[in-house]
């Protein structure tokens, strides 16, 4: 089937936003009434199209009452924009994460849940002016932004039109969307305000550096590391991770633009992203803690993360449960003349307990507990192995909180669940096509090479179509076939009752390279009365 099906059931409220790009200046966008045009993506962006879909099958409360209800009230709202992408201002104050903090400073506490300290993260980023707003490493005066919530899942778009980057997120929440509502209100200003300190810390490396310093390390996960990178063009790119090892970093005092490795600005980077991802999860346990008495709930409520970072021609990937982005490329083969086939590669790593690295990694952590893995799920509770949230099997305090058979028994050595995500980063070449960036319920109906050809086939005869909505078209044909029913009896079933034949799933396609064509996303998002 190529993309003739519409899920335009009974029961279901059908959203979408888009936009149409133009990277080629001499070429004309082609203009619709459903999408907005807007301006031409600089030369220097890696991709060229955006599609995203999401449908859901659970039913769940929109903008919960989390942080003395600052997320739903005051912090999405900010953020959905399920009808179009928008263009907001880039902040280079974290305005949303000072209202956050303010609300946590209320219980006692504030944005790092402990006082500012000298030696903290948040004390070092108030202490330091305020930035350009062309300064750092996601620079842009202004930025596009998109996402809406399809059930538990919550899917968020960001990109600078200006300097060719994206941001994109999944968050799949589990036992409610809490946790993803909590992410998508603050991961991504977190991430930038960790973006901030790396220039802030880089800049101290600069001064050391430019007296002479010389540091040896090595960085294992780096793919290409031939290339450097001039100071001029990214502001203090040498970073030193305080914890780990030192990145290779060399350079002559007598240069007055020394010259940067790309090894060193890519570790500085995802450290970055991890550092941010660890900060979140501990602001959000602490909001759990204070607010478990009200709602005990809150302790069981989780999120899967994956997220894509397309700058320049790198591709940065952090992932934490069971979503996946999956690139589809040519390899080193003669894609021009089609003599190479086109294949999947998964750029993410699966953190469930059927992977059986992963399955191995939790037994070995806790050597005393036989109960560690109980009918194939981490203490007879969780399929994933690596999650956001989830407090009841990462603290005996927020596990006490559950009463009677919720609680977990015998919870001897927590955490069972891991917070370290899978971190990487690819270099885009000419050979890569798409990614295909997907929940786990995608997963549950297509492999990673059927995903990659039924969107390669649907981009072939629709060039300027919806890849996304028709990936998750077919998976809705997919879900209807196993369950015996035709595609619009399954989708007016209500969500909640429709879980048990499907997920809720959410789909971003990103289109590489800088051919034109229209960029468009989707959201399908369950209507509950």
């Known amino acids: 089937m190529r993309g003739g099906i519409m899920i335009k059931p009974e029961g279901e409220l059908k959203v979408s936003f888009g936009y149409q790009c133009n990277s080629n200046r001499d070429s004309s966008c082609e203009d619709s009434d459903e999408y907005e045009t807007l301006p031409e993506l600089r030369r220097n962006s890696s991709f060229s199209c955006l599609s995203g879909a999401a449908l859901s099958a659970n039913a769940t409360l929109a903008n919960t009452n989390i942080c003395n209800g600052l997320i739903g009230a005051e912090i999405l709202p900010s953020w959905d924009s399920p009808n ?43 202490s330091m002016s305020p930035p350009s707003r062309s300064e750092g490493f996601l620079n842009a005066m202004e930025v596009q932004v998109a996402g809406g919530a399809a059930g538990e899942d919550r899917v968020q778009a960001v990109c600078s039109e200006e300097n060719g980057w994206l941001f994109c997120a999944i968050y799949d929440g589990f036992n409610g969307r809490d946790a993803a509502d909590f992410l998508a209100g603050t991961l991504y200003e977190t991430i930038v305000f960790y973006f901030k300190l790396l220039d802030w810390e880089s800049s101290q490396e600069s001064i050391k550096a ?37 990145d290779n970093v060399s350079k002559n005092a007598s240069c007055a633009k020394p ?59 952090l992932n934490l449960g069971d979503s996946r982005a999956v690139l589809a490329t040519y390899g080193n083969g003669d894609f021009m003349n089609g003599s190479e086939r086109l294949e999947a590669i998964q750029l993410t790593d699966s953190h469930t307990v059927d992977d ?17 893995i109980v009918a194939g799920r981490v203490k007879g509770k969780l399929k994933v192995t690596r999650a956001f949230g989830v407090g009841y099997l990462k603290k005996k305090k927020l596990n006490d909180a559950l009463m ?37 319920g995608l997963f549950d109906f297509f492999t990673n090479d059927e995903a990659v050809k ?62 034109q064509r229209t960029t468009k996303a989707s959201t399908c998002v369950s209507a509950s009365k």
């Not at 070449?429 to 929940?439: A, E, H, P, R, T």
Request: contains cysteine.
């Open 84 to 126: 179009s992408f928008r263009r907001v201002p880039s902040s280079p104050t974290l305005s949303r994460l000072d209202i956050l903090s303010s609300s946590l400073q209320s219980s006692m506490s504030n944005l790092s849940c402990s006082p500012s300290t000298p030696d903290s993260d948040s004390y070092l980023l108030k």
């Open 210 to 246: 430019s007296s002479g310093l010389d540091l040896d390390g090595s960085l294992p996960y780096i793919e290409d590391d031939s290339n450097t990178i001039n100071e001029e063009r990214f502001l203090s790119q040498i970073y030193t991770d305080r914890d780990s090892s030192v």
């Open 259 to 317: 010259k940067i490795s790309t090894d060193s600005f890519r570790h500085g980077v995802l450290d970055s992203l991890q550092r941010a991802l660890s900060q979140s999860e501990n602001d959000f346990l602490y909001m759990v803690e204070q607010e478990m008495e009200d709602r005990p709930d809150l302790v069981s409520v989780g999120s899967c993360v994956l997220v894509v970072l397309l700058h320049g021609k790198d591709l940065y990937t």
């Open 356 to 372: 059986e690295g992963e399955r191995m990694r939790v037994l070995c952590d806790h050597p005393d507990d036989p109960m560690t």
């Open 404 to 440: 009677g058979i919720l609680q977990v028994r015998n919870l001897m050595s927590p955490p069972y669940v891991s917070t370290q995500p899978s971190l990487n980063v690819h270099r885009i070449s000419k050979s890569d096509c798409f990614v295909v960036v997907g929940s786990d």
């Open 454 to 515: 039924l969107v390669h086939s649907y981009i072939l005869s629709n060039p300027s179509g919806d890849p996304a909505k028709f990936l998750l078209e077919q998976l809705v044909v997919r879900a209807a076939n196993c369950a015996g029913f035709s595609m619009e009896e399954l989708m007016n079933i209500p969500a909640g009752r429709r879980r048990k034949y499907h997920d809720d799933v959410t789909v971003i396609v990103i289109i590489l390279g800088t051919n």
